[in-house]
């Protein structure tokens, strides 16, 4: 146990040297959290703590994944089933001589289903994008995933890993038209709290305010519509990535997807979205700036296989699942060690601290080394 602490004590540096104002991190090992530690500040004069919310960001995809498969597996909706067949709407795009619609591409539409979505296979692209909307404009849920409908293809069905805010938006609304409730409602009721993951939050009120992690860098900085911290952003309940949650209650949800652990999803729905969904087709992520001759990815979570300079270092297994978010978050399970991370800091990625150096797979190495 010593030597797991003296591993995460590495965070105490981070804020000891400016890098982040606050983190936490909590590592699970084979049947459950063995240690957890926080250092630094969640908003200015409030030090972090176990119950601190941090903003997730894509952390979030997986358990709105969860939550689509739940509906999926009751209603004997197959992965591969048209995304058209549920939203008619997605067929085709609203203008087929938008400057980015290729017309060849776009005959393809109906090919789409749930399984790429989930994988990011569909050829969507990762964002809206300001010239369909502006978020300064504090546009509702709907507005936002409308304008991820009407987006065009870039690339056919299958053929590319293209990491996509938008397909895991789509999966959400069409989940919700079968399973006949707010997507909200799903998540909350059916994975959540059927979890005991009450420290996981979609829309969290003003009542949790002073445990809400403040992100230092987010777009919009100081603005009505400012990501993570406005009151605007956390009312959305952004199904791609706007949920907030407790390291350990993260990890906890992380690891239940080893076979052994209780769960709401049956194990051979969790099963596919921890293994390869992609074939091994080659894509990457654009906003991080990486690409891989083999893209692997589940549903919803992210596939380590062999995939170098990786966030989750270079120790754990080629089975690794795992996620990490803009606001800078991150969470791993290795089911060949059953060891797992989540680790935790207050300040955007998007400055690429966490990756550049390589923090987050240098803690993660410390990790598998300490539990060794």
């Not at 089933?81 to 549920?86: D, G, K, M």
């Not at 654009?286 to 296989?305: D, I, T």
Request: glycine share 10%.
């Amino acid at each position: 146990m010593s030597q797991v602490q003296d591993a995460l004590a590495t965070i105490d540096e981070w804020v000891n040297d400016g890098v982040v104002q606050g983190a936490i991190a909590a590592v699970w090992h084979r049947d459950d959290i063995i240690a957890s530690r926080v250092a630094g500040e969640a908003q200015p004069g409030t030090p972090v703590g176990n119950d601190t919310l941090f903003a997730l960001a894509s952390v979030s995809k997986p358990m709105t994944a969860a939550a689509v498969m739940h509906v999926l597996d009751n209603s004997g909706t197959g992965l591969d089933t048209p995304v058209s067949a549920i939203l008619p709407q997605f067929s085709s795009i609203d203008d087929p001589f938008d400057d980015d619609a290729a017309p060849q591409l776009e005959a393809l539409r109906d090919r789409v289903t749930f399984r790429h979505l989930l994988c990011h296979t569909s050829g969507l692209p990762e964002n809206i994008g300001v010239k369909r909307i502006r978020m300064s404009d504090q546009p509702t849920l709907d507005q936002l995933v409308d304008a991820m409908g009407n987006l065009p293809l870039l690339s056919a069905p299958g053929a590319e890993l293209r990491y996509s805010n938008a397909g895991l938006g789509l999966a959400a609304r069409a989940a919700s038209v079968i399973g006949g409730r707010d997507f909200n409602t799903i998540l909350q009721e059916d994975i959540l709290a059927s979890a005991g993951l009450d420290n996981i939050v979609p829309r969290p009120d003003r009542d949790l305010d002073d445990r809400i992690a403040i992100v230092a860098d987010a777009a919009g900085r100081a603005g009505p519509a400012e990501s993570y911290n406005s009151q605007y952003w956390r009312d959305l309940g952004i199904t791609w990535g706007g949920y907030f949650g407790s390291a350990q209650d993260v990890l906890r949800f992380a690891a239940s997807f080893l076979p052994d652990q209780s769960s709401p999803l049956p194990p051979e729905v969790r099963r596919e979205m921890t293994t390869d969904q992609t074939g091994g087709v080659p894509g990457g992520v654009k906003s991080a700036g990486v690409r891989w001759e083999r893209g692997s990815w589940g549903l919803g979570w992210e596939v380590k296989g062999d995939k170098d300079r990786h966030w989750t270092g270079t120790l754990t297994s080629a089975r690794t699942w795992c996620h990490w978010g803009q606001s800078g978050t991150l969470v791993w399970v290795d089911p060949d060690r059953e060891l797992g991370l989540a680790v935790f800091g207050n300040r955007s990625a998007a400055n690429a601290w966490p990756l550049r150096p390589p923090r987050w797979s240098d803690l993660s190495d410390a990790v598998v080394r300490a539990t060794e």
